[in-house]
């Protein structure tokens, strides 16, 4: 079955770091660019990060600059969000999503991992 799994959310205190794991299956995610979105309770989805296929364009929300970091491991379909220095308006469920090649829209979406900050 083809899909981005995500793994990695849970509960951590402010100022902590988690890892996120996008698992990709079936080589969907070669050539094209991945990005993590968020959703917090009663909010809109959100965007967090974007990475190239090649892994050597990287961009971020003001929000979270300097804090998290995204990569990939394109050999293993792998795709990561590094966390540092959380804060309680980090919660939310986290998602990974592939870019499509020929558009700014996002054509394949994984189920979704929570991250909860505690203050």
């Known amino acids: 079955q083809v899909q981005l799994v995500e793994s990695g959310g849970g509960l951590v205190q402010t100022g902590g770091s988690l890892r996120l794991s996008c698992a990709a299956s079936?080589?969907?995610?070669?050539?094209?660019?991945m990005a993590w979105f968020r959703q917090a309770p009663g909010k809109e989805r959100e965007f967090v990060a974007r990475?190239?296929?090649?892994?050597?364009?990287?961009y971020y929300t003001d929000p979270v600059k300097g804090r998290f970091t995204i990569s990939r491991e394109n050999a293993k379909n792998m795709v990561y969000l590094q966390m540092s220095s959380l804060k309680p308006e980090d919660t939310a469920v986290y998602y990974c999503?592939?870019?499509?090649?020929?558009?700014?829209?996002?054509?394949?979406w994984g189920q979704g991992t929570q991250v909860t900050v505690s203050s």
């Open positions: 999503a592939r870019q499509a090649r020929t558009s700014d829209t996002y054509d394949m």
């Open positions: 079936g080589g969907i995610i070669y050539g094209y660019a």
């Open positions: 990475i190239s296929w090649t892994g050597t364009s990287t």
